[in-house]
């Protein structure tokens, strides 16, 4: 792992903050990547020796790392780190974490079936819902992926702005939150399974999704949407592992 200079000690406000979120980053993914199995996880000393930072900087990095389920603590035996299936998923520096390793075909289908679960429903609502205004935002999105399938603009922050109008246009504010989940994830998915054809294969189904949504036709929209989702799990069981 990275160690941070010796000279970066904290001196309090912002600094003690950027130092915190420094090593919870470091300490976090090195989690995540699988460094500390097969021995113990190490003491704040070591921690905060390791990095050259102070204890009240470790200490808090510790509290917020076992806040998103990565350590849990013990007497007498300390500090350990967490079986997978104890991590907060939905967390969104446990999902980066997670998608920053070399990624596996297994997780990438994991989180498409997650969309899966949500993304189609979330059309249909927002088939009901939408505001003029949402179903603006929506279209936005979709005629920014045409122009960056054809060289004008960012294919993938076009992508995920897409499909977050559409949770937010389904008003549902817990799915409007899921947002967070989709953008972190997607920055990975998207490169991988946008490969199928440059990232422009797929507007023709983005497309279908927002007309449907924009004519009130909401099992339109949740099949099209589902179908969107399903054809990225296919390609996912087409291709082989990396």
Known sequence: MATMPKDELDSG??????LTLGLVDAVGSAIVRGEYQGHPFPTEAELSREHG????VTRE????????GLLGARPKIGTFVQPQENWNLFDTDVLRWLMEQ???????????ELRMTVEPQAAAWAARRATPAQVTAIQSGLTRMREAADGNGDPLAADIDFHVAVLRASGNPFLSQFRDIVTTALHTSIRVTNRQAGGKACIPDHEAVYVAIAAGK????RDAMAKLIGDVLDYLDRTPEA
Do not use: V, W, Y
Not at 61 to 68: F, L, P, Q, S
């Open 13 to 18: 406000g912002q600094f003690n903050r950027t």
């Open 53 to 56: 930072i102070s204890r009240s």
């Open 61 to 68: 990095a510790i509290k917020m790392i076992t806040a998103k």
């Open 102 to 112: 070399k990624l596996s075909r297994g997780l990438l289908r994991q989180f498409n």
């Open 218 to 221: 909401p099992d339109i929209a």
